[in-house]
Nanobody
Framework: QLQAFGGGLVQAGGSLKLSCVAS????????VGWFRQAPGKGREFVAA????????VYADSAKGRFTISRDNARSTVYLRLSSLKVEDTAVYFC???????????????????WGQGTQVTVSS
Protein backbone atom coordinates (compact mmCIF):
# COMPACT_ATOMS: atom_id res chain seq x y z
CA GLN A 1 0.00 0.00 0.00
CA LEU A 2 1.23 3.47 -0.89
CA GLN A 3 0.28 6.84 0.56
CA ALA A 4 1.22 10.07 -1.15
CA PHE A 5 1.06 13.42 0.57
CA GLY A 6 2.67 16.82 0.64
CA GLY A 7 0.74 18.56 -2.12
CA GLY A 8 -0.74 22.00 -1.77
CA LEU A 9 -1.15 25.45 -3.26
CA VAL A 10 2.02 27.29 -4.16
CA GLN A 11 2.90 30.31 -6.26
CA ALA A 12 4.80 29.95 -9.49
CA GLY A 13 8.51 29.68 -8.76
CA GLY A 14 7.89 28.06 -5.42
CA SER A 15 8.71 24.59 -4.13
CA LEU A 16 7.01 21.59 -2.59
CA LYS A 17 8.21 18.24 -1.34
CA LEU A 18 5.99 15.25 -1.93
CA SER A 19 6.33 12.04 0.04
CA CYS A 20 5.26 8.52 -0.81
CA VAL A 21 5.20 6.12 2.11
CA ALA A 22 4.94 2.39 1.52
CA SER A 23 3.74 -0.32 3.83
CA UNK A 24 4.87 -3.89 3.51
CA UNK A 25 8.20 -5.62 3.25
CA UNK A 26 11.16 -5.47 0.93
CA UNK A 27 10.59 -1.85 -0.08
CA UNK A 28 14.16 -1.60 -1.32
CA UNK A 29 13.41 -4.13 -4.05
CA UNK A 30 10.69 -1.94 -5.55
CA UNK A 31 11.15 0.74 -8.14
CA VAL A 32 9.01 3.78 -7.39
CA GLY A 33 7.71 6.25 -9.92
CA TRP A 34 5.87 9.54 -9.76
CA PHE A 35 3.22 10.34 -12.32
CA ARG A 36 0.83 13.25 -12.64
CA GLN A 37 -2.50 13.92 -14.22
CA ALA A 38 -3.76 17.38 -15.04
CA PRO A 39 -7.46 18.09 -15.58
CA GLY A 40 -8.62 16.75 -18.93
CA LYS A 41 -5.28 15.12 -19.68
CA GLY A 42 -3.80 11.67 -19.48
CA ARG A 43 -1.42 10.41 -16.86
CA GLU A 44 2.13 11.61 -17.43
CA PHE A 45 5.43 10.23 -16.19
CA VAL A 46 7.46 12.58 -13.98
CA ALA A 47 10.34 10.69 -12.37
CA ALA A 48 11.32 7.28 -11.04
CA UNK A 49 13.96 5.63 -8.89
CA UNK A 50 14.92 2.00 -9.26
CA UNK A 51 14.86 -0.16 -6.17
CA UNK A 52 17.98 -2.17 -6.70
CA UNK A 53 20.42 0.50 -7.83
CA UNK A 54 18.66 3.72 -6.93
CA UNK A 55 19.15 4.91 -10.49
CA UNK A 56 16.86 7.80 -11.30
CA VAL A 57 15.15 8.89 -14.50
CA TYR A 58 13.20 12.04 -15.25
CA ALA A 59 10.78 13.30 -17.81
CA ASP A 60 12.16 16.18 -19.85
CA SER A 61 9.67 18.50 -18.14
CA ALA A 62 11.11 17.56 -14.75
CA LYS A 63 14.83 17.64 -15.47
CA GLY A 64 16.64 20.36 -13.57
CA ARG A 65 13.58 21.27 -11.50
CA PHE A 66 12.42 18.09 -9.76
CA THR A 67 14.46 15.66 -7.67
CA ILE A 68 13.45 12.15 -6.70
CA SER A 69 15.10 10.45 -3.76
CA ARG A 70 14.39 7.49 -1.55
CA ASP A 71 14.96 6.47 2.04
CA ASN A 72 14.63 2.71 2.12
CA ALA A 73 14.92 2.60 5.91
CA ARG A 74 11.76 4.68 6.10
CA SER A 75 10.09 3.01 3.09
CA THR A 76 9.65 6.46 1.64
CA VAL A 77 10.29 8.09 -1.70
CA TYR A 78 10.37 11.87 -2.05
CA LEU A 79 9.80 14.17 -4.98
CA ARG A 80 11.15 17.64 -4.54
CA LEU A 81 9.42 20.11 -6.85
CA SER A 82 11.23 23.39 -7.48
CA SER A 83 10.77 26.33 -9.82
CA LEU A 84 7.17 25.32 -10.16
CA LYS A 85 5.14 26.48 -13.13
CA VAL A 86 1.41 26.84 -13.58
CA GLU A 87 1.52 23.92 -16.00
CA ASP A 88 2.80 21.66 -13.19
CA THR A 89 -0.66 21.80 -11.66
CA ALA A 90 -1.94 18.23 -11.43
CA VAL A 91 -2.69 15.34 -9.14
CA TYR A 92 0.59 13.59 -8.42
CA PHE A 93 0.59 9.82 -7.91
CA CYS A 94 3.30 7.50 -6.72
CA UNK A 95 3.50 3.93 -7.91
CA UNK A 96 5.66 0.91 -7.14
CA UNK A 97 6.69 -2.15 -9.07
CA UNK A 98 9.28 -4.86 -9.02
CA UNK A 99 11.76 -6.10 -11.59
CA UNK A 100 11.51 -2.97 -13.70
CA UNK A 101 14.35 -2.31 -16.06
CA UNK A 102 15.51 1.21 -16.71
CA UNK A 103 13.74 1.54 -20.03
CA UNK A 104 10.40 0.52 -18.51
CA UNK A 105 10.24 3.00 -15.64
CA UNK A 106 8.31 5.64 -17.56
CA UNK A 107 5.40 3.37 -18.49
CA UNK A 108 2.59 3.47 -15.95
CA UNK A 109 1.24 0.02 -16.86
CA UNK A 110 4.44 -1.52 -15.49
CA UNK A 111 3.59 -0.51 -11.94
CA UNK A 112 1.46 -2.83 -9.81
CA UNK A 113 0.75 -0.60 -6.83
CA TRP A 114 -0.56 2.96 -6.75
CA GLY A 115 -1.09 5.60 -4.12
CA GLN A 116 -4.18 7.79 -3.92
CA GLY A 117 -2.61 10.95 -5.31
CA THR A 118 -1.93 14.38 -3.89
CA GLN A 119 -3.03 17.66 -5.49
CA VAL A 120 -0.43 20.22 -6.50
CA THR A 121 -1.80 23.59 -7.57
CA VAL A 122 0.53 26.29 -8.86
CA SER A 123 -0.87 29.80 -9.10
CA SER A 124 0.47 32.57 -11.31
Amino acid sequence: QLQAFGGGLVQAGGSLKLSCVASGRAFSTYSVGWFRQAPGKGREFVAAARGSSGTTVYADSAKGRFTISRDNARSTVYLRLSSLKVEDTAVYFCAAGQRLILSSLALDTNYAYWGQGTQVTVSS
